[in-house]
């Protein structure tokens, strides 16, 4: 799957998101390894700390299913905005990348970009960091 067909996935789940506080519709397509596609989009809460960015509700309903690594995400917000994942995000991401992970964010119908793990998250504290 490429780029543009999972940012479309991920400009579909944007408009599920439930956001009544922020109004920030925020929504993320994951490929997984086995070539699975999860989408998701932010939810809020009125306590802040129970919401859930968009990125990781599409990564945890990946890894829900079984599968352990995740290729590919996608992000987009409203037109004229660029993406940018949250540091909480980028963790979650660190977790589950293969070592080929690719991260695209949109910030218009057309534009994206494409970043590796290590671009968005130098020197990251991955699982093999506790083996002993």
Same mark, same amino acid.
Not at 2 to 7: P, V
Not at 46 to 72: D, F, H, M, P, Q
Not at 102 to 110: H, K, M, P, S
């Given at each position: 799957? $490429?780029?543009? #067909? =999972?940012?479309?996935?991920?400009?579909?789940?944007?408009?599920?998101? @439930?956001?009544? @506080?922020? &109004? @920030? !519709?925020? *929504?993320?397509?994951?490929?997984? #390894?086995?070539? +699975?596609?999860f989408g998701g989009c932010n939810?809020e809460n009125c306590n802040y *700390?129970?919401?859930?960015?968009?990125?990781?509700?599409?990564? =945890?309903?990946?890894?829900?299913?079984?599968?352990? /690594?995740?290729?590919?995400?996608?992000?987009?917000? +409203? +037109?004229?905005? !660029?993406? /940018?994942?949250? *540091? %909480?995000?980028? !963790?979650?991401?660190?977790? %589950?990348?293969?070592? $080929? %992970?690719?991260?695209?964010?949109?910030? $218009? &119908? +057309?534009? @994206?970009?494409? =970043?590796? =793990?290590d671009e968005i998250l130098p %020197?990251?504290?991955?699982? $093999?960091?506790?083996?002993?």
């Amino acid at each position: 799957m $490429d780029a543009r #067909e =999972l940012l479309g996935i991920a400009r579909v789940e944007r408009h599920k998101a @439930y956001c009544p @506080y922020s &109004n @920030y !519709q925020v *929504g993320a397509a994951v490929l997984s #390894e086995s070539g +699975e596609v999860f989408g998701g989009c932010n939810i809020e809460n009125c306590n802040y *700390g129970g919401s859930v960015c968009a990125e990781r509700v599409a990564i =945890l309903k990946c890894i829900s299913t079984g599968a352990r /690594k995740i290729k590919k995400l996608a992000v987009v917000i +409203e +037109e004229g905005r !660029q993406a /940018k994942p949250c *540091g %909480f995000c980028r !963790q979650v991401m660190a977790e %589950f990348a293969t070592p $080929d %992970f690719e991260l695209i964010l949109a910030w $218009d &119908n +057309e534009e @994206y970009i494409v =970043l590796t =793990l290590d671009e968005i998250l130098p %020197f990251a504290f991955k699982p $093999d960091d506790l083996e002993m």
